[in-house]
Every structure is written in structure tokens, then in C-alpha cells.
Nanobody
Framework: QVQLVESGGGLVQPGGSRGLSCAAS????????MGWYRQAPGKERELVAV???????NYADSVQGRFTISTNNARNTVYLQMNSLKPEDTAVYYC????????????????WGQGTQVTVSS
């Protein structure tokens, strides 16, 4: 099994910054990609940013230029630095990892964190 533990959520004023982190642990052979998704009340979960094992990144248009995703591969950790936050960034942020486990080296499975609330409000 693989566990993802997120941290860093909270209340932020508009225009402010916040950093999220997510650490993966467990029966990990290789993490192919890690990313962040978010879900606002009444909306579907959406991709925020993703980073592959090779370091390629992809961002949602709504956060491009304001958010930065990075990893510490040695620690199986992914970070999301959020700057110039807007009220519409308010959501529960979920960490995702595409993992090949020691029990199944051939197939990558999706694992999710429990979510962390980010609220942007004055």
C-alpha cells in the first residue's frame, strides 16, 4: 500500500502565498508522476499541476504563472507553491501519485491524499 500525506492548507488573504507539500510512503517501487488536483464546492475535481519523473510539468491555465510544482524525488515528496492567490483558488487540494508498487512492478496505479483545505478570503 501507498500513503500520501498532505500538509500546508489554511486561510490566506487574496494576493497572498501558500505552500503545500505531500509525502508518499509505503511499498513504492517507482513514482511516475505526482500532481495536485482541487475540488471547490459544487464543482468537479480538476487538475492543478502535475510533474513527471523526468521533471516535465503541466499546469491548468487558471494557475499558470502563479503556481509552481516541484519534487524531491529522493524523499518522494511533491510541493505546490501558490502565489497571487485569488478567492477562486479556494478548494480542497488533493495530492495524487502514479505509483508502481513493489507488489506490482508493471502497472502504475493512482493514489490520493486525504485533501487539505485552502481558503482564500479577506
Amino acid at each position: 500500500q501507498v500513503q500520501l500525506v498532505e500538509s500546508g492548507g489554511g486561510l490566506v488573504q487574496p494576493g497572498g502565498s501558500r505552500g503545500l507539500s505531500c509525502a508518499a510512503s509505503g511499498s513504492i517501487f517507482r513514482i511516475n508522476a505526482m500532481g495536485w488536483y482541487r475540488q471547490a464546492p459544487g464543482k468537479e475535481r480538476e487538475l492543478v499541476a502535475v510533474i513527471t519523473l523526468g521533471g516535465s510539468t503541466n499546469y491548468a491555465d487558471s494557475v499558470q504563472g502563479r503556481f509552481t510544482i516541484s519534487t524531491n524525488n529522493a524523499r518522494n515528496t511533491v510541493y505546490l507553491q501558490m502565489n497571487s492567490l485569488k478567492p477562486e483558488d479556494t478548494a480542497v487540494y488533493y495530492c495524487n501519485a502514479k505509483v508502481r508498487t513493489l507488489e506490482n512492478l508493471q502497472t502504475s496505479y493512482d493514489y490520493w491524499g486525504q485533501g487539505t483545505q485552502v481558503t482564500v478570503s479577506s
